[in-house]
């Protein structure tokens, strides 16, 4: 699980010019506009990161006029999302610790995302019926849900020197095939999904003649690629039909993930595409501020992509993030 609530340090407090009243602080990766002389630079603060849902409590009321939500899908409370405040991104919020006397024993870098009843804001990703969930995912069948780079900035260190491949994040929604022993399923993120005819998810399976390219293979497989296409997350591609891009190819006997050349070729060969390449290297030298760059940009279609990918092309889930386009963010609507 994400953790979107944690303990941190405040690790630089700037001011932010022709303003009187707000700062902006620095915490792990990201930037936060503040209240003036809130913070020092030392303090302990919580920080609630970008997609937390934060439940009704008197301590976020000042968030009531910008940030109320009450839906069917989320519920009542309040969310936090990217913002530019006084020209500067602001993303995520921080608290001073004194705040919350119930986190006593917790230290800085504990995640404290259930103590404060804090979830994730939830947006459907398909505008329909996706399909009769079956069950939870199988055990063992991965989940995909990469780690922002700004919350584990650790992973740039990791990366350095390896090399790499930096692919598309597409904007659609995580789809699963596994072929093992001689069956075939379908996943969404969470659950498995009953085939039949007006299923999303076995979308992948039936325009790719999957079912009968996977049991020739004679190998247990997990695919996992992201469906895009018209109903789903606003269709940002303008996809006629539907598409669907791997990005994990994992080995199910060994319990391990394919190199992305070998996953590349194998895509080919069963006419499925893979995540658009962008980047690709010997040597990864990246740096935050770079990446974030190289996060901005458009599909073919003019509209902002989501974002990147970054992965080391040997051992593509030794050190894995994406970074997202903070053009998108900004202009993300509920």
């Not at 209240?35 to 968030?63: C, I, M, N, W």
């Not at 994730?120 to 063992?140: F, L």
């Not at 090399?163 to 093992?180: E, L, N, Q």
Request: hydrophobic fraction near 35%.
């Amino acid at each position: 699980m994400r953790a979107l609530v944690t303990i941190q340090k405040i690790q630089a407090v700037e001011p932010i010019e022709e303003s009187d009243f707000l700062e902006q602080a620095q915490v792990m990766g990201w930037s936060c506009v503040v209240k003036k002389e809130e913070f020092r630079t030392g303090d302990e603060a919580v920080y609630f990161e970008v997609d937390s849902f934060l439940p009704v409590d008197e301590r976020y009321e000042f968030l009531r006029k910008t940030s109320y939500r009450n839906n069917e899908d989320n519920g009542e409370g309040f969310r936090i999302k990217t913002l530019r405040l006084r020209g500067q991104l602001s993303q995520g919020l921080l608290l001073p610790r004194v705040l919350f006397p119930e986190l006593g024993e917790f230290e800085v870098g504990d995640d404290v995302t259930e103590p404060l009843g804090v979830k994730k804001w939830y947006i459907p990703e398909t505008a329909s019926g996706a399909g009769t969930i079956i069950g939870d995912r199988p055990s063992g069948i991965p989940a995909s849900d990469e780690i922002r780079l700004q919350s584990a900035l650790e992973l740039l260190d990791q990366l350095q020197g390896r090399p790499y491949y930096i692919t598309t994040k597409m904007d659609g929604t995580s789809c699963i095939v596994y072929c093992i022993d001689g069956k075939i399923g379908c996943c969404s993120r969470n659950h498995e999904i009953k085939d039949e005819d007006d299923a999303l998810y076995w979308v992948p399976v039936k325009i790719y003649g999957l079912r009968e390219k996977l049991l020739a293979l004679g190998k247990n497989v997990v695919l996992t690629g992201e469906l895009c296409g018209p109903g789903i997350q606003k269709n940002k591609l303008r996809l006629p039909g539907y598409a669907w891009y791997i990005f994990d190819w994992k080995d199910w006997d060994t319990q391990t993930y394919v190199p992305y050349l070998d996953m590349v070729r194998f895509c080919e060969s069963i006419g499925v595409p893979p995540v658009p390449l962008e980047a690709a290297g010997d040597r990864f030298s990246d740096s935050l501020a770079g990446l974030l760059e190289k996060a901005r940009g458009k599909y073919p279609s003019g509209l902002d992509k989501e974002g990147i990918v970054v992965r080391d092309s040997v051992s593509p889930h030794a050190t894995s993030f994406k970074v997202l386009n903070n053009d998108a963010l900004l202009k993300e609507k509920d």
